[in-house]
């Protein structure tokens, strides 16, 4: 197959790109004019450009193409008003769709969130739980990514050949940034006070791709599936990082009430004074709160998808890959 992704030089894109070559597909990277391609160096793929907020754009950069994967779907950076938000994922999601359409493409993936999966305490949650309604709670992180959610499960059932993959919280290589791997970076650098405790499912991100890509080539239309590793939770993720770091383990821990506090207010001072970003921002707030154990049975029973390496190991590559480009 001839395979588009948007978000290529991201982590997960980076990694379903990877997967892609191996798997013989002909790769096409679609991103902005201004993208530091330095960062995809070691693939081989056709450029094209194009920006999600431009539909004109997107529906030429799809042509010719049998498989378009969204690896770059909008998430909030700086606060705005929460409507402000959700219209711009809308429009966002809405044109990819759109493009899709226009060009008959025959498989597509929309690579989502798992703070979609509602929180569940009587068991694991799994694919099948869904929000019946917008969430009670105000997180312009949580509200655009159940949107974009519901917008791509609709449109698989309404006959577009499209998969919703959701991967679980992502360490790995080619996290420059860093994103998720933050917590890694913050910790070995001994510039984390303290961390917020909660449950957590955590996947290599050579595993979520490959999972992201059997999605993508043998999941069924408007169907979730969890591309996740291991259920584990934060405190456990700590101890395992200093261990590698070789630094004082960090024992001091924030109760997320108080971390809600501090958010809301540097969120009200930035609103206020602009200055230096949040450093406890709704989105982070919004996913520590949702995180949770979660159940893998239908990626591994529908799509063959299992993942390969443990924690430990997951840990390991990924803080070797933070040492090698300087980051720690």
């Known amino acids: ?49 194009a920006d999600l907020n431009d539909r ?10 049998d498989a378009v994967v969204n690896a770059a779907a909008y998430y909030p950076t700086i606060p705005k008003p929460l409507a402000q938000e959700v219209k711009t994922a809308r429009l ?73 993959g959701i991967p679980t919280m992502t ?9 998720t791997g933050r917590l890694i970076t913050a910790l070995a650098n001994q510039k984390l006070p303290a961390y917020i405790h909660g449950e957590r499912n955590v996947v290599f991100g050579r595993d979520a791709g490959r999972g992201l890509l059997y999605a993508l080539e043998k999941g069924t239309a408007g169907e979730r599936y969890i ?25 001091k821990t924030m109760p997320l009430r108080l971390a809600k506090i501090i958010s809301k207010f540097q969120e009200t001072r930035y609103a206020l004074f602009r200055g230096e970003l949040p450093t ?3 989105t982070a707030i919004a996913v520590l709160s949702q995180g949770q154990h979660l159940n893998m049975v239908k990626a591994k029973k529908e799509l ?15 803080y ?9």
Not at 56 to 65: D, E, N, P, Q, Y
Not at 171 to 179: H, M, N
Not at 228 to 237: A, F, P, R
């Open 227 to 251: 591309i996740g590793g291991h259920n584990t939770d934060i405190k456990t993720l700590v101890e395992l990082i200093c261990q590698k770091a070789e630094i004082p383990l960090l024992e």
């Open 56 to 65: 004109g754009s997107l529906i030429r950069a799809f042509a010719g193409l």
């Open 280 to 282: 406890l921002s709704d």
């Open 92 to 164: 966002q999601m809405k044109f990819f769709l759109d493009a899709l359409s226009e060009n008959k493409i025959a498989k597509a993936l929309y690579v989502g969130g798992s703070i979609a999966i509602p929180k569940r305490t009587d068991r694991l949650a799994n694919e099948g739980d869904i929000y019946t309604k917008a969430p009670e709670l105000n997180s312009a992180y949580l509200h655009v990514k159940y949107l974009m959610d519901e917008m791509a499960r609709e449109a698989g059932k309404d006959g577009l050949p499209i998969v919703v």
């Open 1 to 49: 197959m001839k395979i588009g992704i948007l978000g290529g030089s991201g982590l997960l894109g980076h990694h379903i790109a990877i997967q892609a070559l191996l798997h013989q597909h002909e790769l096409v990277l679609i991103h902005r004019a201004n993208t530091d391609q330095s960062k995809i160096a070691d693939l081989t793929y056709e450029s094209r450009i």
């Open 171 to 179: 360490f790995g290589e080619y996290d420059f940034g860093p994103s």
């Open 304 to 318: 063959g998808y299992e993942p390969e390496l443990d924690l430990q190991d997951t840990i390991n590559l990924t």
């Open 320 to 328: 070797n890959w933070f040492k090698k480009v300087g980051y720690v």
